[in-house]
Structure formats: C-alpha cells, structure tokens
C-alpha cells in the first residue's frame, strides 16, 4: 500500500511545481511587456514633465524654430555616424575664432593686395586670382560694428543701411548723376544713373519704345558694368530678372550696394576669360557707360557678348560713343577720337552678323540673328572672325576669350527666323515648359520625364521646407538665395512667386551642365567651384541651399573651407538648408556648432528611414565690436 501511495504524492508535487512555474513565467512577461510600453511612452517625450528638463536642454533648442511639426531625431536606433578621427577640427570644437575687423569686406578671389601682382594689361589684374591653400585665411569674417539687417524689398530698392556698407566714395563722385545718396545713418537711390539722369524707369521706357519688353519675350538680362544696379533694380517690376556685374575697382562697392539693396549682382569684368555664364543666356546684354573698349583687341568683348546672347536676342548700348555728336565735349574727347571708336563698334557687330535696328538718341540697339545659316554663307566676304572649331560653347570657368565666333546650333531649314537651338516660351510660361537642351537630347541622362519630376519633387521640398523653417514661410522675411548646386533650377522655380530672387550655381564638378536649361527657364546663375571662393561680397545671401555639396567635393577639398565661405557670404540671422547623407551632416555639424551656428537635424521629406537628412541652420547674430573695444564674440 505504502509503495503504491508514494508515487501519488510525488505526482502530485510535480503537478504543483509546474503550475507555479507557469505563473511565474506569465507574471514575468507581463511585466516586461508592461515596462516596455512605459519605456515607449517616455521616449516620445509625452511622458517626461517639463520640469524634468534641464535648464541646458532648454536653452539648446534653437529659438528660430519654435513651434515645429517635424520632431528632432534621435539616431541612436537607426543611422549611426562613425567617430571621426582626432584631427584640428575636433580639437577646436568650442569656436572658430573671428577675424579682425580689417577683414569686413574681404573677398577673396578679388583680393587688392594680390591682384597687384598680375598685369594691367586689358584689366587682367581684375580678374579672379584667388588664394593658395596655404594663404586661406581660417577664421569667421565679422560684420562691421552697428550692422543691421537690410530692409526688405522692395524697400530695400531704394533705402540702405550706411553701417552695412560703409562706403561714401560713390556718393562724392557721381553726386550729380543721382547713384546714391548719403544721408544720417543711411544711403538713398534714386534710380539715377549716368546716361540716364531722369531715372532708370524713364530709360527703361525709352528702351521700351525700341524693343517689346512688355510681352515675355525678354526674361534674362545682362548689364555690363552695372554700377549699383539700378538698371537691373527697376527691370524687375517688369518681369525681368537682371544679372548684373562690375569689377571690384575706384568705384569702391558698387556690386556691395546692388545686393545690399537686393539686386542680382557679381564681381566680375570682362578681360582674358570668359563670363562664367553659358551660351544662349540672355535675352538682352546692356551697356551703359561701362567703358569697355569693345571694338579693340578684334573685337573679342563683342564676341563673347555674342556667346552669351540668345539668338535674336538685343545689344543695348549707351554713352560714348553712341550720340557723340552732342555729347564730345562733356566727354572731352575729340570728335575724330569717338567717330573712330563707333565705326570699329559698327564694324565688329556687322561682322558678327548683328543687325543695327535703331539708334535713337543716346541708345543704340543691335540684334543678333536668330541661326547662322546666312551668317555662313556670307563669311567668306566678311573674313574674320572665323567660327570657332572644337570649342565647348558653354563652358565659363577659366576658359579664355576667343576671337572666334560661337557658332549656333544647326537649325533644319534655311529659313532666316528659325531659331538655332529651339524657340522659347514666353514668360511666365517659359519656366515649366520644356526647356530646348532637354528637347534636343543635348544632356546626357536628362529627359523631359526626368525635367517635370525634377519640378514637382521640388514644389513638395520647398514645401516642407516651409513647414519646418517659419521663416522662409514668412513672406519678405529673406530677398537674397543662393542655391550651390542648382541642377535644373528646381528649388528656384518652386519659389518663383516669392519676393526673392535665386542665383543658380551649377559646380563645376558637376557630373552634366545644366546651367544652360537653367537660363533656358527663365532664372539665372552662374559656374563655382566651391574648393574656392564666390566672386561675392561678405554677407550677401540671406538664404543659403546645399544640396549634396558636401558629398560631391568630398576628397576634393577640406569640408571646413567651404563652410567658412558660406559663413562668409551669408549674413547675420541668415538661414541655410544642407541636404546629405546623414555621416556627412553629422560631420557638417560639428564644424557649424563651432562657427556658432544653430542647428538640428530633421528627416527627409519621405520619412526616416532615408539615409538622407536635412540640415536647417541660422547664423548667429555677431559684429566686429566698438572702434574701442577688441575683444572676439
């Protein structure tokens, strides 16, 4: 009996002991599965009390972007950077220090002290002539004591601050032709100008007279020693964007008071390269006094206008010689001397196959034809120039000038109004009409699919560009952009019906030009390579864009330099958007938090699980200190 009954009991403890080990095991899951959904709710940040929050994550947050829709990410769980090396970099991570106030206006590539070392001869000392790796200088370039924010436009057309541009030799030497004007804590510009001393919408009207600026047919504009740019200023109320440039000489900022006042404007001048534009750009070139001696040298100034115009496009010219016969002695030049200079200009433009359509006045207006087919026909009698032969007409960056003529695109027929390379819509609708370069298969891998999801894949970008940044929401509240890898214009026509203006850069690196379709749209820009500096003043952009830049001169040149230019250029307050992968931002990060920018990084537009992520950074507000004072911000 006793051997039958043990068993039982034995059993029976068994059966015990898993049962208590069942509820042990769903006692334990229950509670991990309860403290993992507390742990969850914790980290979406609805679970810690605000007074929980240290006072230094409190004053992190960057107050230029309150109230965002799109949270900060913590990458712990999904894309990790590696630990940069050690290297100056991150040895120096608390600040990059500040220049000295003698650095202000410092442009590097038109540096006067380094210019000096290069010949005089056709300006050449002018030109681009930027510094070695070991002359770059490493700090941040302040802004002159009492800056202020620019006005916004379009009042800022006619209004400038004098601390921001604290120059008042334009005001004593073109006092009586009304550039700009000088007074208590600010400058004035009244539109004047020399050849037009009734103001730039007066000489804009009588241009207007000569040639249809009123039905889209002109968009794109080129002005030759713009001065201020009040030229290119009053041609925007007309729908026509102006790239305006003059050299950084006597006439000490003029390109400093254009884009302080709002205006497209470069450093540049027409010496032994060529612009750093495409061919086909403009659909008008303008010259007003600009003094460029355009019939000598074989007429090679000409000739690269003629590379630059749009075929059918217009010439413009003003001041001497044009209208000589009245104007020689205020001019004090001899009447054989100014009718020599306008029958070599009259020379070259017939040579060049230019039509003179009228010269009324003070104005004169060539037109330059719309294909080369009797332009060739008739080049045995004209002779020279000859067409140019193996040439890359749209290349503008260190190629020098030829005295060779850009030959057009082939047309079809032998009609003489078929225009070479494909007709343009007119504006507005020449922004999102197919641009001819794509028409014609010219760029390699761009089709006309590629071109209409390339502009609604920046619509939706700028958009939620807009949602995350308040102020590019704010309407006026930024004038200048500047997009540093442009591609097909697309960030710039997805802001078309703001009050700001963009300047394209394709890179020189880039893998195809597509600064000619750029143009072909309707907005302008220009060539960079940003291993080196813009031909640009400090703080001229309020806005900066970066798209993949970082990635695209990785091992090119150092990640800093090219971070210190957009510091550089941008101005105080001044936003700036990078997008790349997110290895490179974090690296990008470190650099900016010591230039003492603000910064987060947020996701893609498509959501986190892109490798690519979005930079929004603002500059902080700095100027070098008092005339007294020497201490660094």
């Not at 100056?88 to 070392?117: H, K, M, W």
């Not at 490179?584 to 938090?593: E, M, Q, S």
Request: charged share 25%.
């Amino acid at each position: 009996m006793g051997n039958y009954r043990w068993p039982s009991k034995l059993s029976k403890l068994s059966l015990r002991a898993k049962h208590t080990n069942l509820y042990r095991v769903i006692l334990i899951a229950i509670l991990c599965v309860t403290f993992y959904f507390v742990g969850v709710w914790q980290h979406s940040g609805r679970g810690i009390s605000r007074s929980s929050i240290s006072n230094h994550e409190l004053t992190s947050v960057p107050c230029t972007f309150p109230h965002q829709t799109t949270p900060i990410l913590n990458f712990a769980s999904r894309h990790t950077a590696p630990d940069l090396p050690p290297t100056i970099t991150d040895a120096r991570v608390v600040q990059i220090p500040s220049c000295g106030v003698e650095f202000s206006e410092y442009t590097p590539c038109e540096f006067v002290n380094r210019s000096l070392n290069f010949p005089r001869e056709r300006l050449i000392y002018r030109e681009r002539h930027c510094p070695e790796k070991h002359e770059l200088v490493r700090c941040r370039i302040p802004a002159p004591y009492g800056y202020s924010l620019p006005f916004r436009w379009p009042e800022s057309r006619d209004v400038a601050w004098f601390a921001n541009v604290p120059h008042t030799e334009l005001t004593v030497e073109k006092k009586n032709q009304n550039w700009v004007r000088y007074e208590k804590d600010r400058f004035l510009f009244p539109g004047g100008g020399t050849m037009f001393p009734r103001g730039a919408d007066a000489y804009i009207d009588e241009i207007g007279r000569l040639i249809n600026l009123k039905d889209g047919s002109i968009r794109t504009a080129i002005d030759t020693g713009c001065g201020v740019a009040s030229f290119g200023a009053y041609l925007m109320s007309r729908n026509i964007v102006t790239m305006s440039f003059a050299p950084r000489d006597t006439h000490e900022a003029q390109v400093q008071f254009a884009l302080e006042r709002g205006v497209p404007a470069i450093i540049g001048v027409l010496a032994s390269i060529r612009l750093p534009f495409p061919a086909r750009a403009f659909d008008i070139a303008h010259c007003s006094r600009c003094l460029i001696p355009w019939g000598q040298y074989n007429g090679t100034y000409l000739i690269e206008v003629d590379r630059v115009l749009r075929p059918g496009g217009y010439w413009i010219l003003s001041g001497p010689p044009i209208n000589w016969q009245r104007h020689w002695k205020g001019w004090e030049r001899t009447r054989d001397d100014l009718n020599s200079e306008q029958s070599q200009i009259e020379r070259v433009a017939r040579s060049l196959c230019w039509r003179k359509l009228v010269q009324r006045e003070d104005l004169a207006v060539w037109q330059k034809p719309t294909n080369h087919v009797h332009c060739k026909r008739n080049r045995i009698a004209l002779g020279r120039p000859p067409f140019c032969h193996r040439t890359l007409p749209d290349q503008g960056w260190y190629t020098k000038l030829e005295t060779c003529l850009t030959p057009l695109p082939e047309v079809t027929g032998s009609e003489i109004k078929e225009v070479a390379g494909g007709q343009l819509a007119r504006w507005p609708e020449r922004l999102n009409a197919l641009p001819p370069r794509i028409k014609s298969g010219s760029l390699e891998g761009i089709t006309e699919d590629e071109f209409v999801s390339n502009t609604e894949k920046w619509q939706r970008r700028v958009s939620y560009y807009k949602k995350y940044d308040q102020q590019l929401a704010e309407t006026g509240r930024y004038r200048n952009f500047l997009d540093m890898n442009a591609h097909l214009g697309g960030f710039a026509s997805a802001l078309v019906d703001d009050p700001v203006w963009v300047m394209n850069v394709v890179p020189v690196e880039a893998s195809v030009n597509t600064l000619g379709v750029i143009y072909e749209r309707g907005l302008i820009g220009t060539y960079q390579n940003w291993c080196e500096a813009m031909s640009t003043y400090p703080r001229t952009y309020d806005f900066i864009h970066a798209d993949s830049v970082f990635s695209l001169y990785k091992d090119r040149c150092d990640m800093e330099d090219i971070l210190l230019e957009m510091d550089r250029i941008l101005r105080p307050k001044g936003s700036v958007i990078i997008r790349d992968d997110i290895d490179v931002l974090t690296k990008v990060k470190k650099i900016t938090d010591a230039m003492q920018w603000e910064g987060r990084i947020g996701d893609h537009e498509n959501g986190p699980l892109e490798r690519e992520k979005i930079l929004f950074l603002v500059k902080e507000y700095w100027t070098a200190p008092a005339p007294d004072q020497s201490s660094d911000p």
